[in-house]
T-cell receptor, first 115, second 113 residues
Framework: DAGVIQSPRHEVTEMGQEVTLRCKPISGHNSLFWYRQTMMRGLELLIYFNNNVPIDDSGMPEDRFSAKMPNASFSTLKIQPSEPRDSAVYFC?????????????FGPGTRLLVL | KQEVTQIPAALSVPEGENLVLNCSFTDSAIYNLQWFRQDPGKGLTSLLLIQSSQREQTSGRLNASLDKSSGRSTLYIAASQPGDSATYLCAVTLAGANSKLTFGKGITLSVRP
């Protein structure tokens, strides 16, 4: 299996632009998670889906952030408009089940820099 | 709110040394605890997962223990090697929180040849 796939791996954009991050989970996994990692705040859960349905989006910082999962093999995290403080590494992870007995498998991340 | 603390933030040891990484959490009502490894510029890889009913898990040179009542976990690395150099993160799942993980900020380990 190729593991969790994220694109792009790096993104540099200017403040005010729209940014779309993409994720393909491991085939057969039912849960998908979006995280953000910064030096100051560490790794934070933004949102997670179970069977393509958003379960908990309490970590989404504000209305500028939105996430979708139109099918079991694809998810997007969109930031519109982007701001310099959104600069971080964004990780997508997937898990076989919605319970907590299984670990999560992380993608390589997208490094976002907003100028 | 669950808080996970890992101290120190960085550690440097000579090759061959046995070492212990510490993790503490504020809410003992956890479902499980995991240790992850993160290499520079990469994603996280799960090392060990301890369910709340367990006291420890072992994998090769790694041993993780869990003491729920005191809110502590340790990751023991035996006979450290330069290839063990990475950041090690501890994460807990609160009971009833489904799959939601709360992470510590990690300990960056450097093993000197």
């Amino acid at each position: 299996d190729a593991g969790v796939i994220q694109s792009p791996r790096h993104e540099v954009t200017e403040m005010g632009q729209e940014v779309t991050l993409r994720c393909k989970p491991i085939s057969g996994h039912n849960s998908l998670f979006w995280y953000r990692q910064t030096m100051m705040r560490g790794l934070e859960l933004l949102i997670y889906f179970n069977n393509n349905v958003p379960i908990d989006d309490s970590g989404m910082p504000e209305d500028r952030f939105s996430a979708k999962m139109p099918n079991a093999s694809f998810s997007t995290l969109k930031i519109q408009p982007s701001e310099p403080r959104d600069s971080a590494v964004y990780f997508c992870a997937s898990s076989p089940t919605s319970g907590s007995r299984e670990t999560q498998y992380f993608g390589p991340g997208t490094r976002l820099l907003v100028l | 709110k669950q808080e996970v603390t890992q101290i120190p933030a960085a550690l440097s040891v000579p090759e061959g040394e046995n070492l212990v990484l510490n993790c503490s959490f504020t809410d003992s009502a956890i479902y499980n605890l995991q240790w992850f490894r993160q290499d520079p510029g990469k994603g996280l890889t799960s090392l060990l997962l301890i369910q709340s009913s367990q006291r420890e898990q072992t994998s090769g040179r790694l041993n993780a223990s869990l003491d729920k009542s005191s809110g502590r976990s340790t990751l023991y690395i035996a006979a450290s090697q330069p290839g063990d150099s990475a950041t090690y993160l501890c994460a807990v799942t609160l009971a009833g929180a489904n799959s939601k993980l709360t992470f510590g900020k990690g300990i960056t380990l450097s093993v000197r040849p």
